[in-house]
């Protein structure tokens, strides 16, 4: 062999040395690039952040989202803007949301209305797990039965008779076939054993004005929508479908405690921004949504309105609307309840 030659043994050292610095190099590279990459959180927030509520204006939601955007836009000195795109039961805002580039200007405002919605539509242009990343939970409130005062029901107990005595007369508004207050009257006809007849409408408001004019006996909206009416006399809640009775309204007992054990039925709000949003970018308004929560003024305020002030995590948030859609898709199996 020839001095110099490559022999197996000086062929194998090299092939060894070679990989070593590629091992290296492998280490070095993400390093550097790491520390290349710009902060996805730098210069955020934007001069202007949009939360897109799917709900007409005036409902639970909405009254939410406008107390945090003006707590939101004191503080840092942004333009927080409440934008009601409303239609299809929440659809149309939601699918919004998702043509919005993920850059931290654009979130949803959504209540349980949403989870339910993805778990009666299976055609929906987007996927309410895939296509949304969490931020937060704002808050929990019950539901409240209200029926008007013209038909005459003093108490639960009544309102169950009189639908037992007369299958299939008794009528119950919604803002839409899926939504919250369609399902609270489902769980309840099921549970109470009566046959009551759902009538939906396009939206929270006309569904309660008529509740209002006295067209139709019942509906299940919740607090912020009803409590003025009711002060007034001019509706009466007769029960609240919570697990416990709220502080606002001691005097009301839950459907549990009037007449129809176990039955709980609540509502949520929180917040949703398009997937891919970075994390970075989650975690600095989920923190600013948090603080606003635990304002003393927002906590008075909210509690006032009938909601208990959650402020979970963007991951608890995510959980919340996967369990809903599982707890619910019983009730919207069993009741054939189909998309509109």
């Known amino acids: 062999m020839k001095p110099g030659s490559l022999t197996p ?9 070679a990989l070593r610095t590629l ?5 070095v590279v993400p ?3 790491l520390a290349q990459a710009p902060d996805a959180a730098a210069g955020y927030p934007p001069q202007q952040i949009r939360f ?13 989202m406008r107390i945090v955007a003006k707590h939101l836009s004191e503080n840092w000195k942004i333009t927080a803007l409440v934008d009601n795109r409303v239609g299809a039961g929440g659809v149309v805002g939601s699918q919004y949301v998702t043509t919005q580039k993920p850059d931290g200007r654009t979130f949803l405002a959504v209540a349980s209305a949403f989870a339910v919605r993805a778990a009666i539509d299976r055609s929906l242009p987007y996927d309410a797990t895939r296509d949304f990343s ?14 008007a005062t013209s038909h005459g029901f003093g108490s639960l107990k009544e309102l169950i008779a009189y639908a037992k005595s007369r299958p299939g007369e008794l009528n119950y508004s919604s803002s839409g076939n899926g939504s919250a207050t369609h399902l609270a009257g489902v769980l309840f ?3 109470a054993g009566i046959n009551i007849v759902h009538v939906p409408y396009k939206g929270l408001t006309p569904a ?14 919740g607090l912020v929508t009803v409590l003025p009416y009711h002060t007034t006399g001019r509706l009466r809640i007769i029960a609240t479908t919570g697990a416990t009775r709220t502080g606002v309204t001691p ?6 405690q009037a007449g129809v054990p176990g039955y709980e039925f609540d509502s949520w709000t929180g917040f949703l921004a398009p997937v891919g949003t970075p994390a970075a970018v989650v975690s600095q308004i989920h923190a600013e949504l948090a603080r606003i929560s635990k304002l003393p003024d927002v906590r008075d305020r909210l509690t006032a309105l009938g909601f208990d002030v959650i402020g979970g995590t963007p991951e608890a948030f995510s959980a919340v609307i996967r369990d809903n859609n599982a707890r619910l898709g019983k009730v919207i199996r069993d009741a054939g309840i189909k998309a509109e």
């Open 208 to 221: 309660f004005n008529d509740v209002l004019a006295g067209e139709v006996p019942m509906i299940i909206p």
């Open 134 to 147: 969490g931020v937060g939970q704002m808050a929990r409130s019950p539901s409240f039965m209200v029926v």
């Open 9 to 17: 043994a000086r062929f194998h050292s090299r092939v060894l040395a």
């Open 189 to 191: 006809g099921n549970m």
């Open 52 to 64: 897109v509520v799917p709900f007409t204006a005036g409902g639970g939601t909405d009254v939410i």
């Open 31 to 33: 390093a550097v690039a």
């Open 23 to 27: 091992a290296v190099a492998a280490l």
């Open 251 to 256: 005097e009301i007992p839950t459907i549990a």
